[in-house]
């Protein structure tokens, strides 16, 4: 079965997690605990085709470069998200973008841009044609969305397996050989133990720190 890694930012608050999780577990979080690091996995089935995908949900605020660059390089689909609520973490997004753009080399990545808490119109500050006119900049997919109320949840991971097939056709995707397994169910692991895909991440982190000591004997 093809995997997708498929990474999830944006700034603090916006609803990275609670949009990962109703995805995975069709359940809305209404509390916020924010997150240092989690990886999910979920089988799905999109255009009649199983997939599973590894869903890295990110921390908000400031991160340790080095990390941010491996998932970044690491994942193959992008989710960027704001809230609708909160004029500057629609701003943050522009950097963010760049910094993905350099790290992959390319300007050619999926992604998919997010204004989340939709149910909140009372409330909101950036209007629908702002997101529209910077993701057709981007040349990329653009929803907005309720985690609280389950509008639009799914499109997006469907929108970003979509457009990651389109530009790795099935048969041209030398990694994919089903190392799943046929598992069934969904999975959460948080920072400290993962188990994703996304343990490349952390072996590669692995091998710099072991560089590093390396580096250092031959200092001392
Ligand atoms: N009304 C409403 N609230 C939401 C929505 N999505 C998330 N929230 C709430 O916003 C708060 C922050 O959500 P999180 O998903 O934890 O935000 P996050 O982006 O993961 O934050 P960090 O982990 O700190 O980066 C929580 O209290 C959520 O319940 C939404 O669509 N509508
Ligand atoms: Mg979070």
Redesign the pocket.
Known sequence: MREYKIVVL?S????????TVQFVQGLF???????IEDSYRKQVEVDGQQCMLEIL?T???EQFTAMRDLYMKNGQGFVL?YSITAQSTYNDLVDLRDTILKVKDTTDVPMVLVG??C??EDERVVGKEVGQTLARNWGSTFLE????QKINVNEIFFDLVRQINKRTPVNKDKKSKGKSGGQMANTHTSSSSGKTGFDSLQADQAANNQRDKQHCCILL
């Open positions: 944006g603090g608050g916006v609803g990275k997690s609670a949009l979080v209404e509390k916020y605990d924010p997150t949900d921390a908000g605020t998200v989340n808490k149910d909140l969305t309720s985690a609280k």
